[in-house]
């Protein structure tokens, strides 16, 4: 006579695994939104972050938020969790963990696409006068510090908060959002210097965490037609859209290849590549070169 199902495997044919939980930083809209979009139709559970929100203020008076994010996700059959935070702010971010433990008993990836450093910037000329490009002896020194804490500090900030959890489950994926060192200058110092020094931080992180089951790694997109660069002239033609990264992102984490990359820059375009996706119009954009 056959054996009856004990209990502990009719609960697990009846209870699949519950989906993955990823934070995606910085997704009110850009790159950002667009990693959100791309894990939500994966099948994960989006929790979408970022300061602007219907609920509060909004940043750089752009009428993109998280949770116009949230519901495209909802709407396409996915899972989405709008959660207004201040990412250069330990106290909130501590409190965004604090939530995704308490909601979900798990964090598996943390993506940081969290950037600030163009804000009072109009498409000409920033709020003090000066252009993007113009020499740094020319530039007030009042900028580079805005740049820095919403580039390299904030991507640190989420990182420290999520790593305790992902250290004690032994798994986890933490991805920072930025451009390639190797790739050649960005035009503009200020720039250059807050992206080049994410790439770094996802280096020394990965050191930190060898041996730990946890994986850090950059992540570059290439020329993006954001909503901002859309809005100031860049066609429909041009570049690669913001779900570019995100369809490479979910296909690293479908396959369970991050850890391969760990303290590496991976790029929009090799993922591609390697898992055969195309972008929105059915291209395969190469590589960003500055």
Known sequence: MEKAPDADSQRTASSPEPAPVAIVAGASRGVGRGIALALGAAGMRVVV??????????????????????????AAGGSAYPYRCDHTDPRDVDGLTAWCLRRFGRIDVAICAVWGGNEGFDGERYDDGTRWGDPYWRRPLTRFAPAMETGLYAALVLAHAVTPAMVAARAGVIGFVTFDPDSGYLGDLTYDIAKASVARLAYACAQDLAETGVTALAL???????ERAMEAGMRDDEGESPL????????????????????????AADLAQRYAIDDTDGS???????
């Open 220 to 226: 570059a997109p290439g020329r993006v037609r954001t």
């Open 284 to 290: 395969r954009p190469p590589r960003f070169a500055p």
């Open 244 to 267: 570019y990264l995100g369809r490479g992102i979910a296909a690293l984490l479908a396959q369970g290849d991050a850890a391969a990359h760990a303290g590496r820059v991976v790029h």
């Open 49 to 74: 972050t970022a300061r602007s929100s219907e609920g509060g203020r909004i940043t750089e008076a752009r009428r993109e938020t998280i949770e116009d994010t949230a519901r495209t996700i909802i």
